[in-house]
């Protein structure tokens, strides 16, 4: 006989960790995407002859752009540890 309810259960711990999985990641990279801060522009041009900032991307979000992607590797790794039994002794 078919035991629906943990069935439900791993269908509902599926759908929220697809969701963490996704959500971290995302996070990760709209921070790694953030846009330099208005500031210095040095004197030289890159490629597309406009003037290049040299302030960078805030080490705020650099930081939490790291959490998210350690965040994930947890989560990969957690999920490894659980279907993989020789990882349990």
């Known amino acids: ?19 963490a999985i996704v959500l971290v990641v995302g996070l990760g990279i709209r921070m790694l995407a953030t846009p330099t801060r208005p500031g210095r522009v040095a004197d030289e041009r890159d490629e597309e002859e406009d003037e290049v900032n040299l302030n960078g991307r805030p ?31």
């Open 1 to 19: 006989m078919i035991d629906w309810l943990s069935l439900l259960t791993v269908l509902g711990v599926t759908i929220v960790a697809s969701l």
């Open 59 to 89: 080490r705020a979000a650099t930081a939490f752009a790291v959490v998210c992607f350690v965040a994930f590797g947890g989560i990969i790794a957690f999920g490894i540890w659980l279907i993989v039994p020789a990882f349990h002794h």
